[in-house]
C-alpha cells in the first residue's frame, strides 16, 4: 500500500523501555503497520530499549524463555512476519522516525556511531511534543 | 450504573501483551470500570497476552511471586474485586471489546474453539484504527 | 523555567504498575519534564507501583541485575539526573499530581501515612476521567 493512500495526518507515538525479544518486535510491528496504514509513526527508544538501536542487535526473550526464542522466530517466519532486524530496517525505509534517548546515550555512555543508521538522537521534551500531537501514544516497557 | 447514562463517545483502546496475574487484572479492572462510566471499551491481546482468552486462563504471579498469588486472589476478593474468569465475562457482559490478534493467533497455532466465547478476531491494523479514534490508549505490557 | 511560560493546556497522564528502580525512574523523568514544559501531570500508582509512594522508597533493578542500582544511580548523577526520591520530591514542588490507587491501598492494607505528603488517594474511575482529558496518557508496567 501507498503510504500516500492513506491519512497521513494521523501520528503514533511509541516509547520502548525494554531490550527482550517480545518488547522489540511488538513497537516495530505497529511501526511498520501504522506507516503501512499512512500514519507518521515516532518510536523512542530509553533505558534498556535503547540497546535495540545498537547495530548488532538481536534480542531475545526473557529469563528462562531465551531459549525459547528461536523456536518463537521460526514460528514468526512461518506467518509471514520478518524477524527484528529486517522489521527495523523496514520501518526506517518506510519512513519511521527511531529516536535514541539523548540523557540514555550519555548515561550509558554510547556514541552514534555503535547505532545503526537513519535514527535521531532526542531528548524526552522534544519526544512529549510529538506525543501530545499523536493520535496514539503507547508506552511498551 | 446504567452504560446509557454516561458519556457514550468516549472509547478507551488497551493492549495487553502479558499473561502474569498483575497485568491480567489490570485491563480487566479498567475495562468493566471504562464500561461502568459509558465509555466503548477495547482490549487487544496480543503475544503472551493472547493466553487470557483462553476458556482455561488461570493467570499467576510472574516468578518467585507465583506463590503469592493465591494471596493476592484473597486479599483482592476483600476488597471486592472478583478474580479474573469473572472480571473477564463481567467485561464481556458489559459489552467490552475483547480482541484475539491474528498474527498470534496463528503464530502461536490456537483455534478460536480453544478461546472463551464472545471474543473477536482482529488485525494490528483495524486495532490501530480503533486505538486513533480512542480518547485513551494504554499498552499493558 | 517557569510552568507559567508554558502551555498549560495540555495533559499528561501516566499509570505506574511495576516498582522497579527503571520503572520508577521514567514516570517521574517524565513527569519532571512535562511539568517544565508548563504541562498538568497527572501519574497514578497502582498494584506494585503504589511502593514507589512509600516514605522509604528505594527501588532497585530487577532480579539479577539488582545489583547493578548502584552503578546505575552513579551514572544517572554523572549526567545530571537525581535519584528517584529527589525526583519525586521535585515532581511533587512543581506541581505534579501523584495518586496513589485507592483500591491497592485497600488490597494492602496500606494507610496514607505511610506514604509521602503531598499525594492523593483516588480511584480508577477517577483517573480514567483524568486520562481521557489528556493529550497524553502512556502506562508504564
Known amino acids: 500500500m501507498n503510504p500516500e493512500d492513506g491519512d497521513t495526518s494521523r501520528k503514533m507515538a511509541?516509547?520502548?523501555s525494554e531490550d527482550?525479544?517480545?518488547k522489540a518486535m511488538m513497537p516495530m510491528i505497529?511501526?511498520?503497520t501504522g506507516a503501512t496504514m499512512g500514519m507518521e509513526v515516532h518510536v523512542f527508544f530509553t533505558f534498556f530499549g535503547l540497546n535495540l538501536l545498537k547495530k548488532d542487535a538481536d534480542p531475545?526473550?526473557?529469563?528462562?524463555y531465551r531459549l525459547f526464542t528461536g523456536m518463537f522466530k521460526k514460528r514468526m517466519k512461518k506467518v509471514g512476519v520478518d524477524d527484528f532486524q529486517a522489521q527495523r530496517e523496514l520501518a526506517i525505509?518506510?519512513?519511521?522516525?527511531?529516536?535514541?534517548c539523548s540523557t540514555t546515550m550519555n548515561m550509558m555512555e554510547l556514541s552514534e556511531s555503535q547505532m545503526v543508521d537513519g535514527i535521531?538522537?532526542?531528548?524526552?521534551a522534544a519526544f512529549l511534543d510529538?506525543?501530545?500531537e499523536s493520535e496514539?501514544?503507547?508506552?511498551?516497557?
Do not use: C, H, R, W
Open 14 to 16: 511509541i516509547v520502548v
Open 20 to 22: 527482550s525479544f517480545d
Open 30 to 32: 505497529l511501526a511498520t
Open 60 to 64: 531475545k526473550l526473557k529469563g528462562l
Open 93 to 100: 525505509e518506510m519512513g519511521a522516525n527511531l529516536y535514541a
Open 120 to 124: 535521531t538522537v532526542l531528548g524526552a
Open 130 to 132: 510529538i506525543a501530545a
Open 136 to 141: 496514539i501514544q503507547l508506552f511498551i516497557g
